[in-house]
């Protein structure tokens, strides 16, 4: 059986745009930055976003993103724009941007459990490299 050898990433969100840094992040957690990458093997590393809350937009989506829930009852679709979301938790923001980038498959939530966000750059994470 191999062992598997996860290290500690760190991303700062400040100053940067969602949809870049999510990207990232996928592929870190997913594993295709190792040499042993193999699409069926959950063999990514941890991550830790740090900063969320002074995370930047591309053009005009603070206004015009909504995200949108339903609760499978008649009426009970709930929309929340981009920019309330952020002023609520920004880290759900991170969390649905990286979630949509994984494969769709059994391990993306196995995935997701080795994603760590916080809103400021205090963390409790021992970190050994560096984005």
């Keep these: 059986m191999n062992i598997i050898d996860r290290k500690y990433h760190?991303?700062?969100?400040?100053?940067?745009?969602?949809?870049?840094?999510?990207?990232?992040?996928?592929?870190?957690?997913?594993?295709?930055?190792?040499?042993?990458?193999?699409?069926?093997?959950?063999?990514g590393d941890l991550v830790v976003v740090i900063n969320s809350d002074l995370m930047?937009?591309?053009?005009?989506?603070?206004?015009?993103?909504?995200?949108?829930?339903?609760s499978g009852y008649p009426g009970g679709i709930t929309a929340t724009k981009l920019k309330d979301q952020m002023e609520k938790d920004s880290r759900k923001v991170v969390r649905d941007a990286v979630y949509g980038m994984l494969p769709k498959n059994k391990l993306r939530d196995k995935m997701m459990t080795r994603l760590f966000i916080y809103k400021d750059d205090k963390h409790d994470k021992k970190i050994e490299i560096t984005h």
Excluded: C, W
């Design 10 to 43: 760190l991303f700062d969100a400040k100053e940067k745009t969602a949809g870049r840094i999510a990207t990232e992040i996928a592929i870190i957690l997913r594993g295709k930055n190792k040499v042993s990458f193999a699409p069926h093997i959950d063999a």
């Design 56 to 70: 930047q937009f591309a053009g005009e989506k603070d206004d015009k993103k909504t995200y949108y829930r339903y």
